[in-house]
Structure formats: C-alpha cells, structure tokens
C-alpha cells in the first residue's frame, strides 16, 4: 500500500500544531509507519528540495514575505494545503492588534530603529493568498482532530467537521455555566466546539482560541455581555485574540 | 576566491533559523548564524491588555516551552499586584513545570538528538530502525505530558493554572494516576544517561560562562542569579546587569552579562550546583567529568541528569501534595494596582525572565521578555566559528552536520528568541 506523502511546517507561530502531532506519543510510530514525512524539519532531516506531497500540514499566519514564500510553494508542492490551527484559519495571536494598531509602530516597540531590517506586514490567515483544502482549529490544536485527519487522508478522504458551539459539549459535561452563573467574559456561545469544553471543566472561561462557530449569534453574545456589565473595548479585546475581524452585527 | 556555505533551513531544532559560514579559500571568514522565525512582537501586544490577559496571551510565545513562560507571567503580574499564592497553588505550578522539564527534554533527546547518535535523519527513521527505543523515549515523553494535561486541563497553553491560584485543584485520583505512571518510567528515565552520555563527535570547544537562578533559591522563587565566576546580580536589577543588541541578520538579539557572554541550560544548571535527588546526584557523580566545566557537548547528557531528577522530583510534589488534603485551592482574588514585576524561571532550555509593568487599572504598558535561547545566541555564535575554524579543510557536508549538530546541544527554541526586549 501506498504511504501518503506529508510535509508539515510552520509560519509565523508558536510550532504548536506541530508539536501537537510530537505529542501523539501512542500513535507516532504506527503515523511514521503510514505516511511518508517527507518535510518535517522540526524533527527531520535531511528532505529533498524538490519535494512534492499528498498533503501539507502548515501551521502560524503569515506575516512575512519569506512565509509567503513558503506557502506559496507549499501550495503548489502538494495536492492538498490544510490550514493547521488557529493562527493558519484566522491569523490567531500575531494578528490581534490588526485592526487596532500600525505594524510599523508595534515592529518600532520591540526592535526600535533597528527594524528596517526587517519585512513584516500584519499576520493574516491562509484564505487571503491560496486556497486551502481542510483546515482545523484550535491554539493548540485538539490532538483527536489531528488523529481523525490522518486516518482520513489514509483511507483518501477528509473528515467531517463538528459545527457546534462549545457550550453544547460544556452543558453536556454539565459543568457549571461561567458566564450565566458566575458572571464571567466567556465566548463559548460563540466558539466552534469539539474541544469537549476542555477550559469552562476547569473553571475558566472559554478564550476563544478555536474561532466562530458557523452561524454565530455575535449581536446577541455582545448585547449579553454588554448586559452584563462589561465594557465595549474589553469585550472587543477579548474576541479579538485570536481573529481580529468580528461583525459585531451578525445575527443568526 | 570567496564562498558560502549555507545551511537552511535549520532541521530538528523549533523554529525557523539558518547558518552561512563565509569561507576565503579554505580558511573560515566568519559563521553567521540567522534566526529568521517571524517577528511576533509580543512585547507590543500586550500593551494595553488586562493584567488578567497577560499570561493567557505571553504563553503563545513558544508551545514547546508554554507551561514556564506561562507560569513566569504569573509570577511577575503577582509581584507587581502584590499578591502571594497559597502552598497548594505553589506545589501544583512546581508539579506542572516538573512536567513540562520532562517533556521538553524528553522530546530534545529522544527525537532530536537520538538520529545523530544512530546516524538517521529524524523520527521518520527512528520509528523504522530503533523502534523499541523510540517506544520507551516516547513514554517518558507522554508522562511529561500526562502532568501538564492534568494539572493544566490544556496539554499546550494549560488554563488551570491561573492569576492567584487554581482553576480546580488536582483531585487525589488524578494525583495518584500520574503517581503510577511516574512509577512505570523510572527506570528509563535513570538510564536515560547510558545512552546519551556519547559525545558528539565534535573537537573542543570553548568552555561555557555559566548563568542560573540561584540554586539554593526556594523553587519557583528565585530573586538572584548566579554566574560561573561566583558573582551574582538580582533578578529586579536584570535590566541593568543584561545588556542587549540587535544583529541585521538575525531576529533575535544579542545579549551580554556583566560584560561576559553567557550560557544557559541543563549544563550551566549543573555546574552552578542545581539540587539533586539521591539518584540524580549518583547519577551526577558518573558523568560529571562530561559536564563540570566542560563545553556544550556535555548539555544532551546534563540533560538526562536532570530528567531522572525531574522524575523524582514530580513524585515527592505528587506526595506533598496528598499530605495536603483535599479542601479547596486557596485561590486569592487579584485586584489592579499600578506597579513593576518582574520573575525568572529555569525553564527547561534556560533562564526565563518576564518583566510587566501596569498602570493603576491594570492595564499592561510595558512588557519584557528575556528567554533561554536568545541568552544563548552570542555563545552559540562563539561555538560555531570555534568549530568552523577547527574544521577548515573540512568537505563543506561534514562541516555543515558537525555545525547543526553543535546548534542541537544548545537545543534552541527560535520561536522563543525572537520575543525581543525593549531596548
């Protein structure tokens, strides 16, 4: 049989997605038995530079020409282009102060004058350059999502993707509700599921680090909020880190 | 005539970084060693958040080191608001980064380092040629993170550990859980030494200036650090005793200590005279002459040093804390205040420093991160011409593994060291 042929790399991120496939302790051997990692080099060496694949599992947003660069000939190496976490489907963390803030003055803060040396333009996700076959969510990424992609590009397809809200997962673990019943800034209602609630189990609200669930009632997230006593530019601050771009509006 | 010979990209270390040697005929021009993962600019970011977002956030930096910088974020905003946490909270953030040490160093040295010593090209070939080997690295790799899943509900970024204590504490189950499968990879982690104790073959290199937290510092609360030539200088003063530049051709800065290049790490730990266990400390005793005032080639095996005593250590925390019963976490409510904090960890890469500054709502407007491996960028130059120049002649492939092999013993995390300070 055929092993399919994967590259895996990373943008502008944290190497989280890709780690989280180091961190499938259990199956790593049997995923290195049933597919070729031909580009990994976060933890391969040696790939040839004219590589093609049967999917490449790109994380980070990109915010750089040489990421552009990268994505670029990813896209064109590979049959299939899956955005690999949050930050490749959304922009994730580098992107949060897009919308509020100029790149030349956040690049001045760190680097000072010296950052004419450097090319960076404000992280934005995959959609805006290429097109992207698959994608899953999540900072960091659920390892049994990346488990049902492998085992579906195994057999030549492509998983399902859940569009439910993490409040469906959380009311089923019924835990305690931190927003109705504690009060807290917490954007499960809006938020794609199938993280099984993981934060709202522990006591803490949900960040919003998997992005909008399909068909989110933003409006109606905003006016609870606002309801509630928190302000405008908090609740903006918090729905903007990990995607810079909410209609406020939408209502479903 | 001149040449270049580049390495790129950097394989087997996280992040993204490249390496030229400048050649003039044979003889070594110079080594540029490049760090090229993207700006991230967190220190920016965090301007204008919420002292309560600051940790949540800064944890982003780097996956491979999330649980330290996370819990280094917390101990700075707690100093700056002028809060203490309860010994519950305390034990459970030291159990998290016992973990985190396991499985950051576990990964280093099983899936890293172990195709050199086997001759393969990475994990690919691990699992095809040195399966049962591969198998057990993986397993302690897995307990390393069974910790960080349980204690932090998130194995990545974990969200239990929060500002003032606990989302929910370890229940007695879990505790006694991970007890057993500490349990299972205690022998592998105390013979993990045997198989990393194999120098790389690499000439001799230039013998490290030392940096730590200070040893005999309670855990996770370090206020001094320490240096190789005994002197020291304290962590709310590290701002005057680190001095930083910026290279044109790296993303990460240059940075210098009382005037000395530094070293940071498992070795530099070691040689400061970190605690150890009993085992640990026999263990120690078998290798010291690879790591007491040796080079960078001895940091893979000062590395499995530590993991036994992680291993060790995470039990007797796992212990203490079922001394401590099962009431409630102890968690104190923060509330803003303007002020400075700043903490150092040792992170399992090397010394962490986080440094905030809040205004009297609480609002962030100055934030500082010094991590491990852009302490370590000026020695890691030094070390590569060293080997550069020891190798002139060399065929240009065996010079260019020689050179990504020394850049493995520092076991760099490139997306940690383009998190810049101000200058």
Known sequence: ???????????????????????????????????????????????????VFDAALVEGAVSTPGDLATLFRLRHASRLLIAFGTC???????????????????????????????????????????????????????????????????????????????????????????????????????????????????GIVCEGCRGPVREANVAQELELLLERGFGRKEIERRMSRFRPEWDYGQRH | MGSVIEINPLTRVEGHGNVKVYLEGTRVERVELCLTESPRLFEALLVGKSFAEVPEIVCRICSLCSTIHKVTALLAVEKALGVEVSPVTGLTRELIVSGGLIQSHSLHLYCLILPDLLELGGVAELALE??????RGL???????????????????????????????????????????????LPDCREAFRIFA???????????????????????SGELFRLTDGRSFPVQGYREAIAESVLAHSHAKHAQVLGEIPTVGALARLNLGAPL?????????????????????????????????????????????????????????????????????????GT????????????????????????????????????????EGAQSTLLASALERLIRCYDPCISCSVHLVRL
């Not at chain 1, 302790?25 to 597919?35: G, N, W």
């Not at chain 2, 509900?153 to 879990?174: C, K, S, T």
């Open chain 1, 1 to 51: 049989m055929t092993r399919p042929r994967l590259a895996i790399a990373g943008l502008t991120a944290c190497s989280g997605c890709q780690l989280t496939l180091l961190n499938c302790e259990q199956e790593l051997p049997e995923i290195a038995r049933s597919f070729e990692l031909v580009y990994f080099p976060m933890a391969q060496s040696g790939a040839p530079p004219e590589a």
């Open chain 1, 88 to 202: 490749a489907l959304f922009g994730g963390v580098a992107a949060m102060n897009n919308a509020t803030a100029r790149r030349e003055d956040l690049m001045r803060t760190v680097y000072a004058e010296a950052q004419g040396g450097f090319d960076s333009f404000p992280p934005a996700p995959f959609r805006n350059f290429v097109s992207v076959d698959f994608s899953i969510t999540g900072c960091p990424p659920e390892k049994t999502d990346l488990i049902a992609l492998l085992a579906a590009l195994k057999a030549g397809t492509l998983p399902p993707t859940p569009c439910y809200p993490v409040c469906t997962e959380c009311r089923s673990r019924e835990n305690l509700c931190l927003l109705l019943e504690r009060n807290e800034l917490c954007l499960g209602p809006i938020i794609q599921g199938g993280c099984n609630a993981r934060c709202p189990a522990t």
């Open chain 2, 130 to 135: 040195a399966p049962e080997l591969l198998k």
């Open chain 2, 139 to 185: 397993a302690v790799k897995r307990v390393g993170n069974l910790i960080q899943e349980t204690v932090g509900g998130r194995l990545i970024h974990p969200v239990n550990i929060a500002l003032g204590g606990l989302g929910r504490r370890v229940g007695r189950d879990a505790l006694l859980g991970l007890r057993d499968e500490l349990e299972a990879i």
């Open chain 2, 198 to 220: 194999a120098k790389p073959p690499l000439p001799q290199l230039p013998v490290p200036y030392c940096l730590a937290l200070d040893p005999a510092a309670p855990p996770l």
């Open chain 2, 277 to 349: 266990g009993e085992t640990a400390a026999g263990i120690f005793d078998t290798v010291k002459d690879q790591i007491v005032g040796r080079d960078m080639r001895g940091n893979s095996v000062a590395q499995a040093v530590e993991l036994c005593q992680a291993a060790e250590r995470s039990l007797t925390l796992i212990d203490r804390l079922l001394e401590l019963g099962s009431g409630a976490a102890g968690n104190v409510a923060l509330a803003p205040r303007g002020g400075r904090g700043s903490a150092a960890c040792e992170a399992p890469r």
């Open chain 2, 352 to 391: 962490l420093i986080h440094s905030y500054s809040f205004d009297r709502d609480g609002i962030c407007t100055q934030a500082d991160v010094i991590t491990p491996t852009s302490l370590n960028q000026g020695a890691m130059s030094r070390d590569l011409l060293a080997l550069a120049r020891g190798m």
